[in-house]
């Protein structure tokens, strides 16, 4: 079977309009705003507005994608929805986000791989294409994490903020698009990122409320220690099943969890800080949507251009891991 080359071919981004600071945090917990800085690179977050739903994010940033992309949204074959906080359990996000959309004759689902989710839909997006299957997919990462944020507990709540980025893929020129993927998981430590309540194990009730089940609990210093082996792992591994050396990197598109844990990606793979694309002082955390988000400011601030070599990598809950290397 002849495989077209994919790539995406259209982006785009929605962050709600309520900003969540730093100072804003001194008065809700005991914090400041230099440990913030200094432990995270975080001093801003967005916050959804009660009426707005992660659908609703996912809508504003597709909207932007599918017009750049040329498109109409019947022109849509496939919507995948990369998210830890659908709307509800079902109907699924995406296809909530289909109705809003009018992309009457895409297929629609979800796909929950926490933060990496979003690099584990390109992944399906893409194989998808490349066989003939479809011919444009709309990939998408959201998330209301406030929604899922316990503002009491000052280890987790400085972290985490409200999004969702956009891409279209379709097939583009030989030589150009997503020349690898790398994904992976490790179960065996699922128990230190998670939300435990509303589930089949744990449904929700009064002592599950009671207990903040539905919260994100989240073991940093663990969390940490495999972030920064991962990413570089990760990343490292992509290059080498594109036959790209890291050295011909022109951008790197991480997950925007940490700033320490950023700097050790470059670390590792020899980077400058100017070939990153940074973004979490204004938006922390936002899972899913934090790469999309990331690449879409990317294309609007003209750091990408044709021929680049781009690497997006991720970790998140799971525990799970992507990374992917293409040519824009």
């Given at each position: 079977?002849?495989?077209?080359?994919?790539?995406i071919?259209?982006?785009?981004?929605?962050?709600?309009?309520?900003?969540?600071?730093?100072?804003?945090?001194?008065?809700?917990?005991?914090?400041?705003?230099?440990?913030?800085v200094?432990?995270?690179?975080?001093r801003?977050r967005?916050?959804a507005?009660?009426?707005?739903?992660?659908?609703?994010?996912?809508?504003q940033?597709?909207?932007?994608?599918?017009?750049?992309?040329g498109l109409?949204?019947?022109?849509?074959?496939?919507?995948?929805v990369?998210?830890?906080?659908?709307?509800?359990?079902?109907?699924s996000?995406?296809?909530?986000?289909?109705?809003?959309?009018?992309?009457?004759?895409?297929?629609?689902f979800?796909?929950?791989?926490?933060?990496s989710?979003?690099?584990?839909?390109?992944?399906?997006?893409?194989?998808?294409?490349?066989?003939g299957?479809?011919?444009?997919?709309l990939?998408?990462g959201?998330?209301?994490?406030?929604?899922?944020?316990d503002?009491?507990?000052?280890?987790?709540?400085?972290?985490?903020?409200?999004?969702?980025?956009?891409?279209?893929?379709?097939?583009?020129?030989?030589?150009?698009?997503?020349?690898s993927?790398?994904?992976?998981?490790?179960?065996s430590?699922?128990e230190?990122?998670?939300?435990?309540?509303?589930?089949?194990?744990m449904?929700?009730?009064?002592d599950?409320?009671?207990?903040?089940?539905?919260?994100?609990?989240?073991?940093?210093?663990?969390?940490?220690?495999f972030?920064?082996?991962?990413?570089?792992?990760?990343?490292?591994?992509?290059?080498?099943k594109?036959?790209?050396?890291?050295?011909?990197?022109?951008?790197?598109?991480?997950?925007?969890?940490?700033?320490?844990?950023?700097?050790?990606?470059?670390?590792r793979?020899?980077?400058?800080q100017?070939?990153c694309?940074?973004?979490?002082?204004?938006?922390?955390?936002?899972?899913?949507?934090?790469i999309?988000?990331?690449?879409?400011?990317?294309?609007?601030?003209n750091?990408?251009?044709?021929?680049?070599?781009?690497?997006?990598?991720?970790?998140?809950?799971?525990?799970?891991?992507?990374?992917s290397?293409?040519?824009?």
């Amino acid at each position: 079977m002849q495989l077209h080359p994919v790539g995406i071919i259209g982006t785009g981004k929605y962050v709600p309009e309520r900003i969540l600071t730093n100072k804003d945090l001194e008065q809700m917990v005991e914090t400041n705003d230099e440990w913030i800085v200094t432990r995270t690179g975080m001093r801003e977050r967005r916050i959804a507005a009660p009426e707005q739903a992660t659908s609703d994010l996912a809508y504003q940033a597709s909207l932007k994608a599918i017009e750049a992309a040329g498109l109409t949204a019947e022109d849509i074959d496939l919507i995948i929805v990369a998210t830890i906080t659908p709307d509800m359990f079902f109907p699924s996000t995406a296809c909530l986000l289909q109705d809003k959309l009018g992309a009457r004759k895409a297929a629609a689902f979800d796909l929950s791989a926490a933060c990496s989710g979003f690099i584990y839909g390109l992944a399906t997006a893409s194989s998808m294409i490349a066989n003939g299957m479809y011919k444009h997919v709309l990939v998408v990462g959201a998330e209301c994490l406030s929604r899922i944020t316990d503002y009491t507990d000052r280890n987790t709540c400085i972290l985490f903020g409200d999004g969702a980025g956009a891409v279209v893929l379709g097939q583009v020129p030989e030589g150009r698009g997503f020349r690898s993927f790398e994904l992976g998981a490790d179960g065996s430590g699922g128990e230190l990122l998670r939300v435990c309540g509303g589930g089949s194990r744990m449904p929700s009730s009064a002592d599950t409320i009671a207990d903040k089940q539905h919260f994100i609990y989240m073991a940093g210093n663990e969390v940490y220690k495999f972030a920064v082996r991962i990413m570089g792992n990760a990343a490292e591994e992509a290059l080498r099943k594109a036959g790209i050396d890291k050295k011909d990197i022109d951008l790197l598109v991480p997950h925007q969890a940490n700033i320490r844990i950023i700097q050790s990606a470059l670390n590792r793979l020899d980077l400058p800080q100017e070939k990153c694309m940074i973004n979490l002082d204004k938006y922390g955390n936002v899972s899913a949507a934090s790469i999309p988000i990331a690449l879409a400011e990317a294309v609007e601030q003209n750091r990408v251009n044709e021929g680049d070599r781009i690497v997006l990598v991720g970790f998140g809950g799971g525990l799970t891991w992507g990374a992917s290397v293409l040519v824009w």
